[in-house]
């Protein structure tokens, strides 16, 4: 199974101060104990840590001989952190999406970027002018292949049109916290279904397109695995162990494994740094979900915190 390595939490404090020493060390112990998991995917972006993060995987692998040729890289751009009194925003301009991606590839000190997804919508952005950044990366060997991230399918469809290459990946939060993914195909001719932003269909059109799903937020922040916040979670956190201690697995496993039960392929990104809960995660990469349809519905239902309609 498919799990990604989320590198947000790596390059330090959330700043343009430098990243020292001790940051290359966390870096270096958490793709290590990803490794040890069996995740060989690692997910960046431009704005992580204000580029620090790129910055301190590109310093591990220039360490760790071999490394590169031993995993996949993916970053995002297209978002433009607020500095100097502007706000932040999104920049999903052609010459943008080439300036960003070359200041990607110097940081994680690449040739070649495996995937690159474009970060958030630009409602600005001309979907021509995009591809026509996409292609001339592409032809130029510096990036392998292209996605998105929390796109519509109505707007993923509008880029494949101007697009030669497929779109491989749309990364969204997604987790047994947040459901509104799911949740907006079963409440549709129901009064909930009016409170749900989600686009309906978008994981319908990811499925029928070979379009991979990556979830971020995969591990809900540990409401179900030691930081539950509401009844709700306390129960189901409850049930959560229960079920890892009958699989004998982790809580973090359960969690993910409720993602990657559902037939449209869900890839989870981790996003913690901490090499324990790293590797609280294995069983998701090297075991198949072994839950069961009842009691995958079970904590569904107890995460929800009301019946199914």
Same mark, same amino acid.
């Given at each position: 199974?498919?799990? &990604? ?40 972006? #431009? ?12 310093? =591990? &692998?220039?360490? @760790? !001989? ?45 040739? =070649? ?9 630009? !409602?600005?952005? #001309? ?71 989600? !686009? ?39 049930? =959560? ?6 699989? #004998?697995? @982790? !809580?973090?496993?359960? =969690? ?54």
């Amino acid at each position: 199974m498919e799990v &990604l390595f989320g590198c947000m939490g790596l390059g330090g404090s959330w700043d343009t101060e430098p990243y020292g020493p001790d940051d290359i060390e966390q870096a270096e112990a958490a793709i290590s104990a990803a490794l040890d998991a069996g995740i060989t995917v690692f997910d960046h972006a #431009d704005i992580y840590r204000h580029g620090k993060s790129e910055a301190v995987f590109g310093e =591990v &692998l220039t360490r @760790t !001989p071999g490394l590169r040729e031993r995993i996949t890289l993916q970053t995002k751009c297209g978002i433009r952190l607020a500095a100097e009194g502007r706000p932040g925003m999104y920049d999903l301009r052609g010459e943008a999406i080439l300036r960003q991606a070359e200041k990607s590839l110097a940081r994680l000190r690449t040739d =070649v970027i495996d995937v690159l997804l474009l970060h958030r919508p630009d !409602p600005l952005a #001309d979907p021509a002018d995009i591809a026509s950044a996409l292609m001339s990366l592409h032809r130029q060997g510096l990036v392998r292949q292209f996605g998105v991230s929390n796109m519509s399918a109505a707007q993923i469809a509008q880029l494949q049109s101007e697009l030669e290459l497929p779109l491989v990946a749309n990364q969204l939060e997604m987790s047994l916290h947040r459901r509104d993914w799911l949740e907006a195909g079963v409440l549709v001719n129901t009064p909930e279904a009016a409170a749900l932003g989600f !686009p309906l269909g978008t994981v319908e059109y990811c499925r029928a397109n070979s379009v991979q799903l990556q979830a971020w937020g995969s591990l809900a922040q540990g409401r179900y695995t030691g930081r539950p916040e509401s009844p709700a979670e306390e129960a189901t956190a409850r049930l =959560v162990r229960t079920l890892a201690e009958r699989k #004998d697995t @982790t !809580p973090e496993a359960i =969690v993910l494994w409720w993602l990657q039960r559902h037939p449209a392929g869900i890839a989870p990104v981790i996003g913690t740094s901490r090499a324990a809960r790293i590797l609280a995660c294995r069983d998701a990469v090297t075991r198949k979900p072994e839950l069961t349809h009842e009691e995958w519905y079970e904590l569904w239902i107890t995460a929800r915190g009301a019946a199914l309609p």
